[in-house]
């Protein structure tokens, strides 16, 4: 039944495709041909900044186990959000808790499904960085899909220790109260991920030089790379590259088993648990919404600007925000993120470590995450879950 589950998943990815093709042929065929360049752009920009460290392996390796780490730090701080969403407030639980389905079954399904949904901010970033480290490392054939194999258990582990924090929230905090749940989280994520980038503001492997060009500097080593989970999927991947097989496969086995024990634990606390959670948005924390004339003089004041049809939009959004305590929390990330360069600055320690022109790229990368994070959760929410907006 479990594969059951995933096969009408996939089912609805395909006739999503199909429909998008009967109704918007040339959005689809336009995506069809901006999405390689896209992968091509941001792997090649990879690949030079991997081609700075061609005389150096050692610096190369350690480039690559940063990278493999900010990957999986990009994938917790995105994961609150989109793992809740699908695991927590799913529409179809109502129905798949009334089948002969075991719950067991759902929960894993679940959670491949979260697993999927966070991953899809990752793949415009991750897919084109994890294949320019084959190409860095001259990985063999046979090394790809063993690339692929640690690609699938990077995007896993964030996702099943997301969901299972999520789950021992729930059990705390109590089972109609799943807003309050993930917004404990994600605050939680937020602080630690906001100090994780400040930590390792000090290790970037390169820096810019007096003209602007960014120049390869000696890599230190990364003690937050190296304790991560993340080191045993760069180590394998280096490993199989450099001839190690039987290395490689270790690395893979430790890894593969974290990944089970996390989602083994997740399917014990959500076994138990999800039901219930499946109606919490109903039975919950509901939210009062007042009838009447919305109009007022912020309204009035948009009149000016825009047309009527415009402004019930806007302002349909604005409330919308407002009462949505997850999109709120879903919210606080990004504005942890933004605090980071600041953070940097304010301490003795790391304004020794960190240069004015590494700041400099430090601050664009925030607020590239920043635009990237925000634009994605409310496109979620505001347009994804549109019927929530009522």
């Not at 998943?9 to 042929?25: D, L």
């Not at 389905?101 to 990752?122: C, E, G, P, Y």
């Not at 690339?147 to 099943?160: G, H, K, Q, R």
Request: with cysteine; hydrophobic share 55%; proline share 4%.
């Amino acid at each position: 039944m479990f594969f059951k589950l995933i096969y009408v998943r996939i089912r609805g990815g395909i006739n999503v495709i199909r429909y998008n093709w009967n109704i918007k042929p040339y959005s689809v065929i336009g995506y069809c041909i901006l999405a390689p360049l896209i992968f091509y752009g941001i792997s090649h920009a990879f690949l030079r900044q991997f081609g700075m460290f061609g005389n150096s392996p050692d610096a190369l390796h350690e480039s690559i186990f940063q990278v493999f780490f900010l990957l999986m730090v990009l994938l917790f701080a995105s994961a609150v959000p989109f793992v809740g969403g699908t695991l927590l407030q799913a529409g179809d639980f109502n129905l798949l808790c009334a089948t002969p389905i075991r719950s067991s079954n759902i929960v894993a399904a679940k959670l491949l499904d979260a697993t999927v949904t966070n991953s899809l901010q990752f793949s415009v970033l991750g897919i084109p960085a994890v294949a320019a480290i084959g190409i860095a490392l001259h990985v063999p054939v046979l090394g790809w899909p063993l690339l692929l194999v640690l690609t699938i258990m990077l995007t896993l582990l964030p996702a099943l220790v997301t969901a299972l924090l999520l789950l021992i929230a729930l059990s705390i905090i109590g089972m109609n109260r799943v807003r309050s749940a993930m917004t404990v989280v994600n605050l939680i994520m937020g602080g630690i991920v906001c100090m994780t980038f400040v930590l390792q503001a000090g290790n970037l492997p390169f820096h810019l030089g007096s003209s602007g060009q960014i120049i390869a500097k000696t890599a230190s080593k990364s003690v937050l790379a190296h304790i991560s989970p993340s080191v045993l999927i760069a180590d394998s991947i280096i490993r199989f590259a450099s001839g190690n097989v039987v290395g490689s496969f270790q690395s893979l086995g430790w890894i593969l088993l974290i990944n089970i024990v996390i989602f083994g634990l997740c399917l014990m606390f959500g076994s138990r648990l999800l039901t219930a959670a499946a109606v919490s948005e109903e039975t919950g924390e509901r939210l009062a919404v007042r009838n009447g004339d919305n109009r007022g003089k912020f309204s009035t004041a948009l009149e000016m600007f825009f047309t009527l049809p415009i402004i019930g939009f806007m302002i349909k959004d604005f409330k919308y925000i407002c009462r949505d305590s997850i999109l709120l929390s879903q919210m606080v990330m990004p504005v942890i993120l933004y605090f980071v360069p600041f953070v940097i600055v304010l301490q003795p320690d790391m304004r020794r470590m960190v240069n004015s022109s590494e700041l400099y790229m430090i601050s664009l990368g925030m607020l590239g995450m920043i635009v990237f994070m925000q634009t994605s959760v409310i496109s979620l929410t505001c347009i994804g879950l549109e019927g929530r907006g009522f």
